[in-house]
């Protein structure tokens, strides 16, 4: 890594728990820099890196559960603070001495944390008295004669601890969500005055640091980019000819499953624009073909991202010996694509720029997003210079389409949806808080029910709407429209779209739904 991004890092080490990726989230809204690692690394993993800090995330298991993750002791002599939450407070402690009492009860929900020291600096700025979130089974029941408890609540009398020299807190409760009323102050305690961290990272830092990161990988060889003209692939797109000029060809690969209007709309981005060699592909018919007969969603995600493959190898033809694809990952999809057993959090489905590329596939990645959030990527694209359309475009799957058709995938199908949907486009735009909303779409459902249109009794599908806000798309919530908006949505779909008479509004959060239906 180079000294402008990670001048100053910290680790957070994962023992499977659902709000790992929320740490970090934290950790970067503070400015610092932070990687989410494996609970298999150790010490001598991190003695490279400009560490200046670990957090030890929570986890599903009990200490003495078989199998449980374990912590390298040696992470305690590297001479940087730690803050183990929950379960890496329970291994930590275990560790360094304590003693944890295995529970088969689980102590969740909101509980009332008596600080005992409040001149402690992790608790710089708060009340005696703190609102937080608990959600643990074991317990650290006893501890060395090196800590001591600073905090408790009515059950737990180690709520929180910390040893004498202040290198290692730990915490029973999850200072990371905001069920806990802290506003964020333990975590930047944590970080700025027991880390000390300067919390200089910043985005403009990282343009300069991934451009000499994609010279240092690609040399002088050729890459070939993906841009769908999305906010990710765009920025990627942006940062390689940055770094490397006219040896970056993108192909924009018009699949099929595209709104209406977006093959044209991106052409008219990015074609002739900012000295990008842009080249279109119609691959509609290809994608269609293999997407014929298919109704589980699975099957649909690997097809499309098996397509997509071929269609790079197909194009990379255009030149001799093209060893590189630049992809928009981004760090939630690498997270959500891990597998349990490499320590994060379970695979939920394959995204198709990670968990379902080919094994035989003959390109190195180069995926300068990869530790990159979205609302991060944002702000790279903007100050890359790419235009606002780009830059506050909603998320679109690279399945596109083909997941919101439910069932069967036909060109007359996905005709129904690409009307219906560019019916909800139009009438969202139109609000002045259009940017609170993260998605908003048409969603065909493989239902008829009965309808009446004229005096003509009707036998058509329904299509559903759904419409979230959201922060990273790992959770989200359904936006209410204001109701004229909903009324007009739902008649013009009616009136236009034909095959359509009735229009259902998803009022459902993630979790427990995802904001794709599929
Ligand atoms: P879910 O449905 O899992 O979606 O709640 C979370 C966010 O991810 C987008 N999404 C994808 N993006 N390739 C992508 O680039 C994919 O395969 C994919 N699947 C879902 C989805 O639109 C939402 O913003």
Known sequence: MNQSLDNEFCA????????????????????????????????????????????????????????????????????????????????ACQTLGGEVTPSEEREYGDTALIIDEASDPLFGGLPERLQVWMSHGDRVTSIGDQFRAIAHTESSPLAAVRDKDLRFYGLQFHPEVTHTRDDGKILHN?????????????????????????????????????????????????????????????????NGVLREGEAEQVQEL????????????????????????????????????????????????????????????????????????????????????????????????????????????????????????????????????????IGEVTPERLEVLRKADAIVQTEMAKLSDYRRIWQGFAVLLPVRTVGVQGDQRTYDNVIALRIVESSDGMTADWVYL????????????????????????DISSKPPSTIEWE
């Open 270 to 405: 990015f074609a002739g624009k900012f000295g990008l060699d842009f080249r279109f592909i119609d691959a509609t018919d290809r994608f269609l073909e293999v997407l014929a007969g298919v109704e589980d969603p699975e099957t649909k995600r690997h097809r499309i991202g098996h397509q997509f493959i071929e269609e790079f190898r197909e194009a990379a033809k255009q030149f001799e010996g093209v060893k590189f694809l630049a992809q928009g990952t981004l760090y939630p999809d690498v997270i959500e694509s891990i597998s349990p057993n490499q320590g994060a959090s379970v695979t939920i489905k394959s995204h198709h720029n990670v968990g379902g590329l080919p094994d035989d596939l003959e390109f190195e990645l180069v995926e300068p997003l990869r530790y990159m959030f979205k609302d991060e990527a944002r702000q790279i694209g903007k100050e890359i210079g790419l235009p606002d359309a780009v830059v506050h475009r909603q998320p679109f799957p690279g399945p596109g389409l083909a997941i919101r058709v």
């Open 12 to 91: 957070i080490i994962d023992f499977g728990s659902q709000y790992s990726q929320l740490i970090a989230r934290r950790v970067r809204e503070n400015r610092v820099y932070c990687e989410i690692l494996p609970h298999s690394t150790v010490a001598a993993d991190l003695k490279s890196r400009p560490l200046k800090g670990v957090i030890l995330s929570g986890g599903p298991c009990g200490v003495y559960e078989e199998g449980a993750p374990t912590l390298d002791p040696a992470i305690f002599e590297l001479g940087v603070p730690v803050l183990g939450i929950c379960y890496g407070m329970q291994v």
């Open 482 to 505: 204001p109701e004229e908006t909903l009324a007009r949505i739902s008649s013009r779909i009616c009136n236009e779209v034909q095959g359509i008479n009735r229009v259902v509004l």
């Open 190 to 254: 944590f970080l700025y005055k027991i880390c000390r961290f300067s919390g200089d990272w910043k985005v403009r830092n990282y343009v300069d640091h991934a451009v000499e990161e994609i010279r240092a990988q690609v040399g002088d060889e050729r890459v070939i980019c993906a841009l769908s003209g999305g906010v990710d692939s765009s920025v990627v797109a942006m940062l390689l000819h940055k770094a490397i000029g006219d040896r970056l060809s993108c192909f924009f690969i018009d």
